[in-house]
C-alpha cells in the first residue's frame, strides 16, 4: 500500500552518511529542490572534513560524526555556524528520532545501518532506504517493527526502486516474478582462473555504476545482488522461489516484474542513482531535476544472460540464507563485510571473500529465533571468527 505525502511544508531529512556517494548525491537533489527539501540532519562515519565542508553549505540544525575522536574538530568548526555537534553510534540513534526530522536517509554502509533504521521506525519517521544490509541482516524484525509503526519504507537501492515503480497499482496476488538485473560487475567476462590473481583496483573498476568501495566489491562478488533478493524478499514480501536475478551488462533496465498472465513491466533509466533518491525523498512523486535523459534511440541493444552461480557462488547464498532464515544472513553479512575489508587493504586474495564467508558460516551457532540482541551478538561473533579465518589463512 503506497501513501503519497503532502509537500505543503519543507520536507525536512536526515542524511545518515552523508559524505558517501549516495549521500552526496542526496545532497545533491536536496541542493536542485528549490527548498522543497532541507537536510536538518547530516551524520558521517569518520570523514570529519568532509563533513564540515557540507555542514557549511548545507547549515543543518545537527552534525553528527561516529568516530568519537573527530568530535573537537567537529565541534570547533561548526559551532560558531550556530550548528549543534554529537558523536557516536547512539548520537545516531538520538538524531534520527528528533522532531526536525520527517525522513531518513539511511545510506550508511554496512551493519552500521541497523541501530538508526530501528530508531527511525520506533520514531515512526518515514525511511529512504539506501543501507540494504539493515534488512539483509535483520529483515525479519524489520518486518516486525514496521507493521506497528506508521513509517514507511522508499527504497534508494535502484533495482528495488525500479520493482516498487512496476509494482503500483497492481494487486499482490497477481505477482508472479520479481527479477532483478545485475549488471554482472568488473569480472562478468573473467574466467575464474584470472579472478584469482584479480586486484583491488581491477575489482574497483565497476563499468556501469559510481560507488562506493564497499558495495563496488560486493558487485564484483555477486554478493550485492544476493543481499538485493534478500531485501527484496522482505521490502515487497515476496517468497525467495519468485525473485530470480538476470544479469543486464548495459544497467538501463533497473530490474523487472512479470504478472500472472504473462505480462513483464520494466522500469529504465540512466544508471543515475539521483533518479531512485529523488523518487523516494518524494514519496514516489515524479519531480523535474534537470539529469540527463535516457535516450532509447542510443541504444543498440539490450541483452540479457542467466547468472553464472559456478564462477559467483556468492548469488545463491540469498536463498541459503533465505530457506534457513534467522541469524544466517547476518553471519553473512558480518563474515563478508570482514572479508571485503580484509581483500581491499590487500590481506587475501578475490575469491577469499567467498572463503571467508563459507567458513564463517561453518562455526557461528545457528538461531532460529534471534531478537535485536541475538543480531548484535550474532554480529560481533561472525565478524570476530572472520577475523580468525583470514589470520589462518595466510
Ligand atoms: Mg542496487
Redesign the pocket.
Known amino acids: 500500500m503506497l501513501y503519497l505525502c503532502t509537500m505543503e511544508k519543507c520536507k525536512n531529512i536526515a542524511v545518515l552518511g552523508a559524505t558517501g556517494s549516495i549521500g552526496r548525491q542526496t545532497l545533491d537533489i536536496i541542493r536542485r529542490s528549490g527548498g522543497a527539501y532541507r537536510a536538518t540532519v547530516l551524520a558521517a562515519g569518520r570523514k570529519v572534513d568532509d563533513l564540515i565542508a557540507l555542514a557549511s553549505e548545507f547549515r543543518p540544525a545537527l552534525a553528527v560524526i561516529a568516530d568519537e575522536a573527530a568530535y573537537p574538530r567537529l565541534r570547533e568548526a561548526l559551532a560558531p555556524l550556530g550548528i549543534e555537534t554529537a558523536a557516536g553510534d547512539d548520537a545516531l540513534v538520538d538524531a534520527v528520532a528528533r522532531e526536525d526530522v520527517d525522513m531518513a536517509l539511511t545510506a550508511t554502509v554496512g551493519y552500521s545501518g541497523l541501530a538508526p533504521t530501528i530508531a527511525a521506525i520506533r520514531a515512526g519517521k518515514d525511511i529512504a532506504l539506501a543501507n540494504k544490509e539493515t534488512l539483509v541482516v535483520a529483515g525479519a524484525l524489520i518486518d516486525e517493527l514496521l507493521k506497528a509503526s506508521p513509517s514507511k519504507i522508499y527504497p534508494v537501492?535502484?533495482?528495488h526502486s525500479a520493482i516498487y515503480q512496476c509494482l503500483r497499482g497492481e494487486s499482490p496476488e497477481n505477482v508472479r516474478r520479481l527479477i532483478i538485473t545485475a549488471s554482472g560487475g568488473p569480472f562478468r567476462t573473467w574466467t575464474r582462473e584470472q579472478m584469482v590473481t584479480a586486484t583491488v583496483a581491477d575489482a574497483l573498476h565497476h563499468p556501469n555504476w559510481n560507488m562506493g568501495a564497499k558495495i563496488t566489491i560486493d558487485s564484483a562478488t555477486m554478493m550485492?545482488k544476493a543481499f538485493?533478493i534478500i531485501e527484496a524478499r522482505w521490502l515487497f514480501g515476496v517468497g525467495a522461489d519468485r525473485i530470480s536475478a538476470v544479469v543486464h551488462p548495459q544497467s538501463i533496465v533497473h530490474s523487472m516484474v512479470e504478472f500472472a498472465d504473462g505480462a513483464i513491466k520494466a522500469q529504465l533509466g540512466t544508471p543515475d542513482m539521483r533518479l531512485p533518491i529523488a523518487y523516494a525523498l518524494g514519496c514516489t512523486r515524479r519531480d523535474d531535476y534537470d539529469l540527463p535523459r535516457l535516450t532509447l534511440e542510443q541504444m543498440s541493444q539490450l541483452t540479457f544472460l542467466a547468472p553464472d552461480t559456478e564462477k559467483f557462488p556468492a548469488l545463491n547464498l540469498a536463498y541459503h540464507a533465505l530457506e534457513k532464515g534467522g541469524n544466517t544472513a547476518c553471519v553473512i553479512n558480518a563474515a563478508n563485510e570482514i572479508g571485503v575489508a580484509a581483500f581491499l587493504e590487500g590481506r587475501i586474495a578475490f575469491p577469499q571473500i567467498y572463503e571467508t564467508i563459507m567458513s564463517t558460516l561453518a562455526r557461528v551457532h545457528y538461531i532460529i529465533n534471534p531478537n535485536y540482541d541475538d543480531y548484535v551478538a550474532t554480529n560481533a561473533e561472525s565478524r570476530r571468527i572472520a577475523a580468525e579465518c583470514i589470520k589462518n589463512s595466510r
Open positions: 537501492d535502484s533495482e550485492n538485493e
